[in-house]
């Protein structure tokens, strides 16, 4: 549904985004994590052909950004949360997704059934004839995520949707994605919230001005320490230290109090036969557990080998 | 270009401007000021010292009384857009609803369209109220006065300058308002700015002022410009309006 290939964006001297290459498929929810000033809002404005490209290539679905023809067709065709809500204080919220959803061409009956079914789906129906500066940030962050989908867009673009928000807000916001992710539309989340991007998106890119990652969350996971298992027992004896180490499955075997930390290829396959040999080694095992990393973890990782090179 | 999205812009426009009250009382004001109690200023003085003129002063100063109430309606349209349209581009700023904005299938000129159309509509319907209020009361007293006794509105000079002047005056003010309105961060800095533009009519209107005759050489004069004006003022104002400065730029 998106593509680029070596998508570029310079602003004089400074380059904001350098040779990006992704691909996200229809009904995908794809992550953009990276710190401020890494280029994800630059790549979606590039993506909703609201500012222009210095290289590269880039598509949503059929049409090319930075086409003047097809920029008016992927505007109609992709729904933006920026990061500032942007919405008209003065008016009512029903009015403001009114007058969206009219430039969006959506007709006079499917409006008003979409701002009726988002208004309900967000809680806000009963204050729909409210002007929009009277609503927390969170009512006001969820009328413009209905913005954004007034016109049922087939990709939507979602730039920090949380950021900002007490988490009551933010959790209510999460939910509604979670909705629309089970609806199959295309999202792609910029976001600096790693806890949010691992919870809800299926890929995730890491950009800092490059593209450095881009993996499932559970792979970006245990990118960083392989996959390693860890065998807690009553006490590691000679015995089943040496049965351990002759087994094929195991790489290497480091020992760290009573645990036992193996390095394998595949845990899930090998992990039984593990367990079965350090039993009949006379070992007492009190609980199994895998070694895993933290997004986090492989985010700061990756963050700063990028900015030492 | 589609105009009916323009028309989706410019309702906006007005929605939010109607429920801005310094833009209200701004309209309504203006109106009264120039429309109601000039003309009664006027008027009061003339009547002190007509009794004693000789008829062709009378004449003179009737003019003078028409070609003042007159001019003063070309200046209506072009205060007025400096506090509207100002508020056009940097008002979307201050909301932060440009981007969301521009993310629409809505090309720039519709955009454009759009705002101008939202200053331009306000401003001239509150010009020609404010017309319509002078005239009667111009009307009225010319009427009644025993020296006068015909009605003076609307003649030739009154229709040129209300039908073609004031529109076009109204034009070029919105077009350099929005043309600054979307340079600017600040909507003090937009409205001081935009109403440097009225400067070169007020002049106008002051010559007018001490001209004793309804001039239509002048105000055929006056509208060339204007229209030369305005059509150069709508090419700047495309040429200028560039939606990726000014996501880019403003801060």
Not at chain 1, 4 to 28: C, I, Q, W
Not at chain 1, 142 to 165: C, G, M, S
Not at chain 1, 201 to 213: Q, S
Not at chain 2, 211 to 232: E, N, Y
Request: glycine content about 6%.
């Amino acid at each position: 549904m998106i593509d680029t290939e070596n998508l570029t964006r310079k602003f004089g001297d400074l380059t904001a985004v350098d040779n990006v290459s992704l691909h996200v498929d229809e009904g995908e929810v794809f992550g953009f994590l990276g710190p401020n000033g890494a280029g994800k809002t630059t790549t979606v404005r590039m993506l909703c052909c609201l500012i222009g490209k210095s290289g590269g290539q880039a598509k949503i679905g059929d049409y090319t950004v930075d086409n003047e023809d097809d920029c008016l067709k992927i505007r109609k065709i992709v729904g933006l949360l920026p990061e500032n809500v942007g919405l008209y204080d003065s008016l009512s919220a029903y009015r403001n997704l009114d007058f969206y959803g009219r430039l969006y061409e959506v007709s006079d009956r499917k409006r008003q059934e979409n701002i009726e079914r988002l208004l309900r789906l967000l809680g806000i129906w009963e204050r729909r004839e409210d002007a929009v500066g009277n609503f927390s940030k969170g009512t006001k962050q969820k009328i413009a995520i209905a913005r954004a989908l007034i016109h049922e867009p087939q990709v939507l673009f979602l730039d920090e949707p949380t950021a900002n928000l007490d988490p009551e807000a933010a959790k209510t916001v999460r939910d509604f994605i979670l909705e629309l992710k089970k609806e199959k539309t295309t999202i792609f989340l910029n976001t600096h919230n790693l806890d949010e991007a691992e919870r809800l998106c299926d890929r995730i890119g890491i950009l800092k001005t490059k593209l450095i990652a881009v993996d499932s969350p559970k792979n970006l996971e245990r990118s960083l320490y392989n996959r390693k298992t860890i065998v807690h027992l009553d006490r590691v004896s000679d015995a089943v230290l040496a049965f351990v180490r002759n087994l094929d499955v195991v790489k290497n075997v480091k020992v760290s109090d009573s645990k036992l930390i193996l390095d394998m290829d595949n845990p899930e396959r090998d992990n039984p036969e593990v367990v079965r040999a350090i039993v009949q080694a006379g070992g007492n095992i009190q609980y199994v557990t895998e070694l895993r990393s933290t997004l986090e973890d492989v985010y700061l990782k990756l963050i700063r080998e990028a900015s030492t090179q | 270009m589609r105009l009916w999205k323009s028309w989706i812009v410019t309702r906006k426009d007005l929605s939010v401007f109607r429920k801005n009250k310094y833009v209200l009382y701004s309209l309504v004001a203006m109106p009264i000021i120039l429309g109601v109690v000039l003309p009664v200023i006027f008027i009061f003085a003339f009547n002190a010292q007509m009794s004693v003129l000789p008829a062709n002063q009378v004449l003179a100063g009737v003019n003078q009384v028409i070609s003042l109430s007159t001019m003063y309606f070309v200046l209506i349209p072009a205060i007025l857009p400096s506090i509207i349209a100002s508020y056009s581009f940097v008002g979307e700023k201050i909301e932060k609803s440009l981007e969301p904005l521009l993310a629409t299938p809505t090309t720039d000129g519709e955009l454009l369209l759009g705002k101008s159309l939202a200053a331009f509509i306000p401003c001239m319907v509150v010009t020609y109220v404010g017309a319509a209020i002078s005239a009667s009361i111009i009307d009225f007293w010319s009427y009644t006065s025993p020296r006068i006794g015909v009605l003076l509105i609307p003649n030739s000079y009154w229709l040129l300058v209300i039908g073609v002047v004031a529109p076009l005056a109204c034009i070029m003010s919105v077009e350099a308002n929005i043309i600054v309105s979307s340079r600017v961060n600040d909507i003090r800095a937009a409205q001081q700015i935009g109403g440097l533009v009225v400067l070169p009519l007020i002049f106008v209107v002051i010559f007018a002022s001490v001209s004793a005759q309804t001039s239509m050489l002048l105000a055929l004069g006056v509208t060339v410009v204007l229209a030369v004006a305005d059509v150069a003022l709508f090419y700047l104002s495309r040429e200028i309006f560039q939606r990726e400065e000014i996501l880019t730029k403003w801060k």
